[in-house]
């Protein structure tokens, strides 16, 4: 499945079992030899009180807290394959429990709604060494050169870097140089935004284990929250990524909110003896 150009493959496991998930989406993930994706997402019966739990896999075999496109996903599937019914529900994740609100038409999902929690801005939230302070436009030296960052955590860590023209950024170079910047102990996402108007950005990002994405929900949903900190924009915004468009909002109560479609692609069986799909 695929929330505006940030694929992943889901595997049931109130179905299936997987051994060793990093391994599996480090052979799934591969564009060449795997089926292809940013990852690997488990949708797998909760530990709580909730009506799924997700774990997500980065390309690289490493586990992620949260991830804003794929939640949307496992809310559709959830809903379309009769694992879950009614507009509402719960899903569990490393970053905790995330309300659901799903918009329906002839039994197909077509916009998910996610509450995605209060952004955590401070250092140590991040986190990012250094004093425990916030990181609003704040000098980085990266490559040689020096950028303006804000820090947001949305679950998973973001550092958010304005510019006049974001199709200009060297994102291959300067994104994997901010991922594994020694200040990020957990490595970052990063970010480059250029403000369109005061309710509408354009963004490119640079995933964290998987390099350059074409979307990343809890990445816009952050940059939202940066914007507003840099009095660029209002709480309400359009993000324009390369595989479509996210609505963010930053709510007066601190709350934060994602709203966008997810898509299915296909299905198959995994050979995971053989690392096949049919």
Known sequence: MQGIGNDYVYVNCFEENVANPSKLAIAISDRHFGVGSD?????????????????????DGSEAQMCGNGIRCVA????????????????????????????????NVSQVKVE?????????????????????????????????????SVGNPHCITF??????????????????????????????????SKNKIKMRTWERGSGETLACGTGAVAT???????????????????????????????????TGPAEFVFTGEWDENNNTIS
């Open 224 to 258: 939202g929250v940066a914007c507003v900190l840099n009095k660029l924009t209002d709480r309400v915004v359009s993000a324009l990524l390369p595989g479509g468009e996210l609505k963010v909002e930053w709510a007066e109560d601190n709350k934060t909110y994602m």
């Open 116 to 152: 995605m929690g209060t952004p955590r801005l401070f250092r140590s939230e991040i986190p990012m060494s250094g004093e425990n302070i916030q990181v609003i436009n704040e000098p980085l030296r990266v490559g040689g050169e020096t950028l303006n960052i804000t820090c947001v």
């Open 39 to 59: 990852g690997l997402i488990l949708i797998m019966p909760s530990q709580v009180a909730a009506d799924a739990r997700m774990r997500i896999f980065n390309a």
């Open 76 to 107: 559709k599937y959830l809903y379309e394959s009769g694992l879950k019914r009614g507009d509402r529900m719960t899903i569990e994740t490393s970053a905790g429990l995330k309300a659901i609100e799903l918009t329906v038409s002839d039994n």
């Open 163 to 196: 510019v006049d023209d974001v199709d200009a950024v060297q994102l291959d170079v300067v994104g994997k140089a901010i991922e594994n910047h020694e200040l990020f102990p957990e490595r970052i996402n990063a970010h480059f935004v250029q403000q369109v």
